[in-house]
């Protein structure tokens, strides 16, 4: 655990972490710090995320003493109907390639949060050029990322563009080897002088829009032309007397607020980390939240979210009679949820007035659609490919102009109107389930943050094995647990395996801010740390 008493950062990558500390020490606030930790965290995290991803943010202003949400994601391309891809024959969506790509949002999340909420004392230029020169000098190669970069190497080797990147001597650089990416240090440049106009309406759209039309992609200027990042209210539930946030749908962060609703209704000490009520409880909790999301969740300007009815006390009473604490349910009643762990960063920062971001940016997965747009040295995202569906009538049915639901979550929970806890995770349709986890470890269980981040997770989602599909559900655990709660846990009727040691089980980063101190823990199962001054 870190402590300190003015700010602090905590981040996947130790080189993000320290240009964020750096902006602080240097005078800048927490908004300030977070635009040079995304800027460094698309160089050195390339496959999680970049100038072409998402990136969902909450902000606390001292100042205003109040919480924003940003949603930093884009749309669907104009063309994209579910009769285009059926008349084609597809069944599904594309998961790589032009067709699986969505108009990313990080720059204008970015530009959002520094022109709101920034000091004033720093240009993007300046925020930017630790991202740059990590770009065009190189960087060496943190162990998570090489071992991420090898298992993508077979996507990422489909397409010239990407293999030039990121295979550059014909195979996956080893950790500790240099790997650059100078084209993505130009595109940066063009950013950092040009700002969202440059990138939305300027030459980088051009080239993305040019490169769409050769390789079979729907894109055009015109999505580009129209983006713009939204401003909203947070979605709020309460836990034990804390306020816990988070962004709106299109995130799926109503999913973590209703297992909490649900939870609440059992005692801390049912809730203890280890024991085998904690886990059956939150992992049954976690199946009914998920049919939930599945059955009523999408973009808000094409769905009625029922948030007004599901975020309820009384609801989550009714949805707590599903759970029997003797048995595992074998189907969620509204839905399964698929194993979807995506590829994602989070970080957060706190800064000495006590601004707090808390910050969720992804491709969606692993190395997005896997292919760099040429001259660009940019990764776009595979958001489309992976989170819409082509089922007639589903609320996450493609459609023009539409946003897919994202399993984006970051967190903040307020004690008394301030900030007391900022979390988050990435990890795909595992955010919830992780975040939940910690934020009971610390919570219910009285550990400290970095204790909390540590202890041994689990992942529920439906059996991989076809002969059971859609169920029973598949219980994935690190090593750690208890061997009696293993065993107890089977005879309810888990179907329990064991989480290989480089499987996502999270890559936690959290700041808890007490007594006027700041505490802060990051994820050992990542490569980045947590720093304070």
């Not at 301030?418 to 975040?435: A, R, S």
Request: glycine letters at 12%.
């Amino acid at each position: 655990m870190v402590i300190a008493r003015n700010g602090i950062v905590a981040a996947g990558h130790p080189l993000a972490t320290a240009a964020g500390l750096h902006i602080l020490q240097a005078g800048g606030n927490a908004a300030d710090a977070a635009v040079a930790v995304a800027g460094v965290l698309g160089v050195v995290q390339p496959m999680m995320s970049g100038l072409g991803g998402d990136a969902f943010i909450l902000i606390w202003s001292a100042a205003e003493r109040t919480v924003h949400a940003v949603n930093g994601s884009g749309i669907a391309p104009f063309a994209a109907t579910r009769e285009w891809f059926t008349s084609r024959g597809h069944t599904k969506m594309p998961l790589r390639g032009m067709l699986s790509v969505s108009v990313p949002g990080a720059v204008d999340a970015i530009m959002t949060v520094l022109a709101k909420w920034g000091s004033g004392r720093y240009t993007l230029a300046r925020l930017l050029e630790p991202a740059v020169d990590y770009a065009d000098r190189g960087f060496p190669v943190a162990p998570t990322v090489a071992f991420w970069i090898a298992r993508a190497a077979e996507v990422l080797a489909k397409f010239p563009s990407s293999a030039r990147v990121f295979l550059p001597q014909g195979r996956p650089p080893r950790p500790g080897e240099i790997l650059m990416n100078r084209d993505y240090a130009a595109s940066l440049r063009v950013v950092a002088e040009g700002g969202a106009d440059a990138f939305y309406r300027g030459q980088v759209a051009k080239q993305f829009a040019d490169y769409m039309r050769e390789h079979g992609g729907l894109l055009t200027e015109r999505e580009f032309a129209q983006h713009h990042s939204e401003i909203h209210e947070p979605i709020r539930t309460t836990y034990r007397g804390l306020t816990v946030c988070s962004t709106p749908p299109p995130s799926q962060s109503v999913l973590l607020l209703e297992m909490l609703n649900i939870l609440e209704g059992f005692s801390p000490e049912q809730l203890q980390w280890g024991t085998v009520e904690a886990v059956h409880l939150a992992v049954e909790a976690k199946k009914l939240a998920v049919a939930d999301r599945l059955a009523y969740f999408g973009d808000p300007k094409f769905v009625d979210n029922p948030l007004e009815v599901l975020l309820t006390k009384d609801y989550a009473t009714r949805r707590r009679t599903w759970i029997d604490p003797q048995r595992a349910q074998s189907e969620a009643p509204a839905g399964a949820l698929p194993e979807t762990v995506g590829d994602t960063t989070y970080f957060c920062v706190v800064d000495r007035e006590g601004n707090v971001v808390s910050y969720v940016t992804s491709l969606s997965a692993n190395f997005g659609c896997g292919e760099v747009v040429e001259g660009t040295g940019i990764m776009l995202n595979n958001r489309a490919g992976r989170g819409f569906v082509l089922q007639d009538g589903h609320p996450n049915c493609i459609a023009p102009g539409k946003r897919t639901m994202h399993t984006l979550i970051p967190l903040m929970a307020l004690k008394e109107g301030i900030p007391y806890l900022v979390w988050g995770t990435p990890g795909g349709d595992g955010q919830p389930q992780w975040n939940t986890q910690v934020f009971l470890n610390i919570v219910d269980g009285g550990m400290n943050i970095q204790q909390a981040i540590e202890a041994p997770r689990w992942f529920s989602f439906p059996s991989t094995d076809p002969a059971n599909l859609p169920g029973p559900f598949e219980l994935r655990m690190e090593t750690g647990f208890p061997e009696r709660t293993r065993s107890r846990l089977a005879e309810l009727g888990h179907v329990l395996r064991e989480m290989g040691e480089m499987e996502s089980g999270g890559g936690c980063q959290a700041i808890l801010i007490r007594d006027g101190v700041r505490e802060g823990g990051s994820d050992p199962r990542v490569d980045g740390c947590a720093i304070g001054y």
